[in-house]
């Protein structure tokens, strides 16, 4: 199975900054990838697919890059309403797998 | 407007056998995997396996392969969870969810406790 590494495992920011995080995939995955966020008691949400592409109703502060092995999700200004934990997801082949998550807390 | 809606929390005993719903609406629903991810309190995000309605093509994942099994009514547009003898480390969260771009749509969990 496709392993993702994702980190930094937790990060405190400050409304404001600039965020990024990051997935590794431990073989070539295209640009098989999605980006989660998930609050507490909630389900996940899709904020990217496809890498890059910014699903529909998401603010355009999220942004996905990447290719191949290495990914990024950054959040160009931080909002209160984005502490939450992210996630990433490869779905380029069976078993999809998920990063161990990224918990963002305010600083 | 696309909906997931999973059926209620359950408590069981180790033991005793369950299977959980996720009914489809507002789309083609042989026309979409849907997929489960298992969360345990606290933890991360579990990808368990996923189902093709419209001719129940199925996957697991390793770790879940034989301890689960996925199936699907497409007749009531329902994709279905379940265990034959419950442990106790089972009790989690269970999330089924559309497979369009990535998992596009998710339901709103259904919670299994597991306890003596």
């Known amino acids: 199975a496709i392993q993702m590494t994702q980190s930094p495992s937790s990060l405190s920011a400050s409304v404001g900054d600039r965020v990024t995080i990051t997935c590794r995939a431990s073989q070539g995955i295209r640009n098989d990838l999605g980006w989660y966020q998930q609050k507490p008691g909630k389900a996940p949400k899709l904020l990217i697919y496809a890498a890059s592409s910014l699903q529909s109703g998401v603010p355009s502060r999220f942004s996905g890059s990447g290719s191949g092995t290495d990914f990024t999700l950054t959040i160009s200004s931080l909002q209160p309403e984005d502490f939450a934990t992210y996630y990433c997801l490869q779905d380029y082949n069976y078993p999809h797998t998920f990063g161990q998550g990224t918990k963002l807390e305010i600083k | 407007e696309v909906q997931l809606v999973q059926s209620g929390a359950e408590v069981k005993k180790p033991g005793e056998s369950l299977k959980i719903s996720c009914k489809g609406s507002g789309y083609s629903f042989t026309s979409y995997w849907i997929g489960w991810v298992r969360q345990m309190p606290g933890k991360g995000l579990e990808w368990m396996g996923i189902i093709y309605p419209g001719d129940s093509d199925t996957r697991y994942s390793p770790s879940f392969q034989g301890q689960v099994t996925i199936s699907a009514d497409k007749s009531i547009s329902t994709a279905y969870l379940q265990w034959s003898s419950l442990k106790a480390s089972d009790t989690a969260m269970y999330y089924c969810?559309?497979?369009?771009?990535?998992?596009?749509?998710w339901g709103q969990g259904t919670l299994v406790t597991v306890s003596s």
């Open positions: 969810a559309r497979h369009g771009d990535n998992f596009d749509y």
